[in-house]
């Protein structure tokens, strides 16, 4: 027997009214407690999606944090090197005052040994004519150097700026240490930097990188003085030079017109003097002992004629600073300062000569004469001027006594 339609639907009606929850039931209470449980649950997915737990929030509240301090960071170091620098640039012009620092290979670490530790300070090696005038000791040209110590002017340094000294080549290590010639060793820096913590009280961190960028601008200075060095150079070996035939025919016909050996040797003949003063880019005229010369002072204007010099070469050291040492000690005149010789030694006379002006260091020179010169000179002045001094006091006295002004012990000695 096969069931209609509509007894399907009374089936399935059936069912249905069995499956019914009677309100107000136990069964009905447990479905709408699992009802506002999904519903809470669906909220709080809803609010993840919107901003997160707690625990996110607050990780990505600290993680803006972290940002934010880095950048604060990054901007107080940006100000920390401009003030440094700045501060650097103003001692650094306050100090050198447009003065010639020297190329790269004046720049120093000096190592000295106190106590127990290692002082290290950075210098610069200085010519002799900058020192003049200072109260240094007497060095040896070939183991000690004079020096100018190279730091920028922290507040607790009492000390006057720019000190010099004299140290012992031994002591002189290159600033670059084992790096790149165009920065200060990195080591030394560190090293130099604890050195300033321990013995500055007070010392900021930015007084330490004031400090490096004093010593960075002096390096920059010294390499570019170097860089024209180089150029100047190029520019004089660009020069035309006279090639070695010609040189050897100009002897040959020297010394076939010279009747005298000893007037060629010294360059005074003619043919010989033509030669020797053709060029000031050759080395072919000799500077000698006893020979004078005639210069006009470094410190002032060539040509002005108040400033025109003579003096006698009484040392000659090619490889020493400064080259010559002459009967005016107290000018000291660098190897490429212009002299000219007017006199020659020649068995013992001196002759005239008639030369011409050029740099020291593009004459023919060898090492003679006395060393002690200057030591030597100095004693001399002082006596004669003490005998000077005491001529007068004597004079005075004795028209003292022929007068009868008053008794000779008043004068004090």
């Given at each position: 027997m096969e069931y209609s339609s509509d007894d399907d639907s009374v089936v399935s009606s059936g069912d249905e009214m069995l499956n019914m929850v009677v309100p107000f039931s136990q069964d009905s209470a447990t479905q709408k407690a699992a009802k506002g449980k999904k519903s809470e649950s669906d909220d709080d997915s809803d609010n993840d999606d919107d901003g997160g737990s707690p625990s996110k929030k607050r990780r990505r509240v600290d993680e803006n944090d972290d940002n934010k301090n880095d950048a604060n960071d990054d901007v107080a170091a940006v100000n920390n090197d401009t003030i440094a620098l700045a501060n650097a640039t103003n001692a650094f012009k306050i100090q050198f005052n447009d003065q010639k620092i020297g190329t790269t290979n004046k720049l120093y670490w000096n190592e000295r040994r106190q106590k127990k530790n290692a002082a290290l300070y950075p210098v610069r090696v200085v010519p002799r004519e900058e020192v003049l005038g200072l109260c240094l000791k007497e060095w040896d040209a070939e183991t000690e150097r004079p020096v100018q110590y190279i730091q920028y002017p922290h507040k607790q340094i009492?000390?006057?700026?720019?000190?010099?000294?004299?140290?012992?080549?031994?002591?002189?290590?290159?600033?670059?240490?084992?790096?790149?010639?165009?920065?200060?060793?990195?080591?030394?820096?560190?090293?130099?930097?604890?050195?300033?913590?321990?013995?500055?009280?007070?010392?900021?961190?930015?007084?330490?990188?004031?400090?490096?960028?004093?010593?960075?601008?002096?390096?920059?200075?010294?390499?570019?003085?170097?860089?024209?060095e180089k150029e100047r150079s190029l520019l004089d070996k660009a020069a035309p030079v006279e090639s070695v035939a010609s040189e050897k025919e100009d002897e040959k016909a020297e010394n076939d017109s010279s009747s005298n050996d000893d007037d060629d040797a010294d360059g005074s003949s003619g043919g010989r003097r033509s030669r020797l003063c053709r060029s000031n880019n050759v080395k072919s005229e000799p500077l000698r002992v006893g020979d004078v010369i005639e210069y006009y002072k470094p410190q002032s204007v060539a040509g002005n004629p108040d400033a025109l010099c003579e003096a006698e070469v009484k040392f000659i050291n090619p490889k020493g600073d400064p080259i010559l040492i002459t009967s005016d000690v107290l000018t000291i005149l660098p190897s490429d300062h212009q002299v000219k010789?007017?006199?020659?030694?020649?068995?013992?006379?001196?002759?005239?000569?008639?030369?011409?002006?050029?740099?020291?260091?593009?004459?023919?020179?060898?090492?003679?004469?006395?060393?002690?010169?200057?030591?030597d000179i100095m004693a001399e002045t002082t006596a004669r001027t003490k005998a000077t001094i005491q001529r007068a006091k004597d004079e005075i006295a004795s028209r003292m006594d022929d007068g009868g002004f008053f008794p000779r012990d008043l004068i004090r000695n």
């Open positions: 009492k000390r006057d700026l720019g000190l010099y000294d004299v140290v012992t080549v031994k002591s002189l290590t290159p600033y670059h240490g084992d790096g790149p010639a165009d920065s200060w060793c990195s080591k030394r820096i560190q090293q130099y930097s604890k050195q300033l913590k321990r013995t500055l009280k007070g010392i900021t961190e930015i007084d330490l990188i004031t400090e490096e960028a004093f010593l960075n601008l002096v390096l920059k200075q010294s390499l570019k003085e170097e860089e024209n010789r007017v006199k020659r030694m020649h068995r013992g006379k001196l002759l005239d000569h008639n030369g011409r002006f050029r740099a020291i260091n593009n004459y023919v020179l060898k090492k003679e004469g006395n060393p002690n010169a200057m030591k």
